[in-house]
């Protein structure tokens, strides 16, 4: 019995460790074409919770919540009516199901919101460049 239970120990901690490294597979690479669509912002309700990335979210600072891209991934956010852009780092992730099923595709923290010019809208159309 004993031999057994051995077993099925290090066969669930290697299906962990393969699951965990699955998770970071399904992310697309740095060399992801090109996204266009809508961006939304968040600001005030957020700041200080922490982000999916494990760090506190500053509504200050030029960051991004994306569903897929990996943490720490560098976007170049073009905001396509005035040709603005702002480059974000993705800490987080979102936006949540509602809004990406309006075609949001990324979500601005308050200063690259603002940054870009569109507070007072809420959302602009944009396009996104993942930058090396």
């Not at 396509?80 to 601005?108: C, K, M, Q, Y």
């Amino acid at each position: 019995m004993m031999p057994r239970r051995l077993v099925l120990a290090a066969l669930l901690l290697s299906g962990c460790a393969a699951a965990a490294g699955a998770d970071t597979d399904a992310f697309p690479s740095r060399e992801t074409r090109d996204e266009e669509g809508l961006a939304s912002w968040y600001g005030v309700k957020f700041q200080g919770r922490l982000t999916a990335s494990g760090i506190p979210f500053d509504r200050h600072t030029l960051v991004a919540a994306h569903p897929a891209l990996p943490f720490g991934t560098m976007v170049r956010v073009h905001r396509l009516s005035t040709g603005e852009t702002v480059d974000v780092e993705v800490v987080d992730r979102g936006p949540a199901a509602g809004p990406r099923a309006d075609g949001v595709i990324i979500d601005l923290s308050e200063a690259a919101a603002d940054s870009l010019g569109f507070l007072r809208a809420g959302r602009t159309r944009v396009r996104l460049e993942i930058l090396p």
